[in-house]
């Protein structure tokens, strides 16, 4: 369950590459520490934070996000492109940057980033469902239409129809 502290988290949570990622700009203000503190210790400890832990966004990416955000309108005047953290970023960034504000909120950041794939997943299931119903019914529409059809071809070609009643030899 997802408390209204940990859903606040959710808000800062952005699909790039097809991967929910947090900026770093985010983490720096969740965490309590500017962004330059942030990005140093990330340089200090680069090896802790391979590809699938964080990435550092194109200026496409960068533009992109900006103009869809209203909360980073700031990094519009940034000469540096951002970095983004995925969940696994996160928690590393929180062991890096050693403030008590950064290991306490970790936590919840995390929490909005499983709270985010759970819902995906049931997002997921429920799409697959809805597929397999109207494959069910289109089968068992396409019975019905398939023997209407035959109905009323018959019906336009009397000729065609057997003969009902008595007929004498």
Same mark, same amino acid.
């Given at each position: 369950m997802l408390t209204n502290h940990d859903a606040k988290f959710v808000q800062f949570i952005l699909n790039i590459r097809g991967v929910q990622v947090m900026l770093d700009t985010d983490l720096a203000a969740i965490y309590g520490v500017s962004t330059k503190r942030l990005n140093e210790q990330v340089k200090r400890n680069r090896n802790r934070f391979p *590809? =699938? +832990?964080m990435f550092q966004? #194109?200026?496409? *990416?960068k533009d992109e996000? &900006?103009?869809?955000? =209203?909360h980073l309108e700031k990094l519009k005047y940034s000469n540096t #492109?951002? +970095?983004? +953290? #995925?969940?696994?970023? &996160?928690?590393?960034?929180?062991? &890096? &940057? /050693? /403030?008590e504000t950064a290991i306490k909120t970790s936590v919840h950041v995390v929490r909005a980033f499983v709270r985010l794939r759970e819902l995906a997943m049931q997002n997921s299931l429920l799409s697959k469902r809805m597929e397999e119903l109207e494959d069910r019914i289109d089968s068992q529409f396409q019975e019905i239409f398939l023997i209407l059809s035959n109905l009323m071809s018959l019906q336009n070609n009397p000729e065609e129809r057997p003969r009902i009643g008595f007929t004498s030899n």
């Open positions: *590809e =699938d +832990f966004l #194109t200026r496409v *990416e996000v &900006v103009a869809n955000c =209203d #492109t951002p +970095f983004a +953290f #995925t969940e696994y970023g &996160v928690l590393m960034l929180a062991n &890096v &940057v /050693s /403030s």
